[in-house]
């Protein structure tokens, strides 16, 4: 069992309705999984959380995010490796994450709505959500990753 399961069953009654969350946000809907695992990846890339770095690059990998664009994570804006659409979705779980509501201007959200439903924009929103989530308590308990 992950180290983070482990620690959060200390508290019983949130790990019991924390994985059903979890895998409805990751697991369901339409949002295609690649770009779940890129605003996964970008968040935790701007939390610094080691833990779902680690947790989440081989399921981004067979996901088809490429080695080459995981690295290229902080300056994607100026990167080859990103496509516009894959710039949208980078650009906005970078703004969710950096500071909330006040951070989310209209080009944000504008360029999102060019290449997503407004049903994907929500799930992409829970998957940021979910990212800042487990990034902070991994980071705010100082679990230590135990994957890969």
Do not use: W
């Amino acid at each position: 069992m992950p180290d983070f399961y482990g620690v959060m069953a200390h508290h019983p009654a949130a790990l019991k309705s924390f994985l059903p969350l979890y895998a409805s946000v990751m697991n369901e809907g339409t949002l295609e999984r690649r770009y779940k695992e890129l605003a996964y990846l970008k968040t935790s890339h701007l939390n610094g959380c080691e833990y779902c770095m680690r947790a989440h690059t081989p399921g981004a990998k067979r996901a088809g995010v490429t080695a080459e664009q995981i690295e290229a994570l902080t300056f994607y804006e100026r990167s080859p490796h990103f496509d516009e659409k894959d710039k949208a979705v980078l650009l906005y779980a970078e703004r969710m994450t950096r500071a909330a509501g006040a951070g989310l201007r209209d080009m944000a959200v504008g360029e999102l709505k060019r290449h997503f439903t407004e049903d994907q924009i929500v799930e992409l929103a829970l998957v940021t959500c979910m990212a800042n989530f487990t990034n902070r308590f991994n980071n705010g308990l100082r679990i230590q990753p135990d994957l890969g």
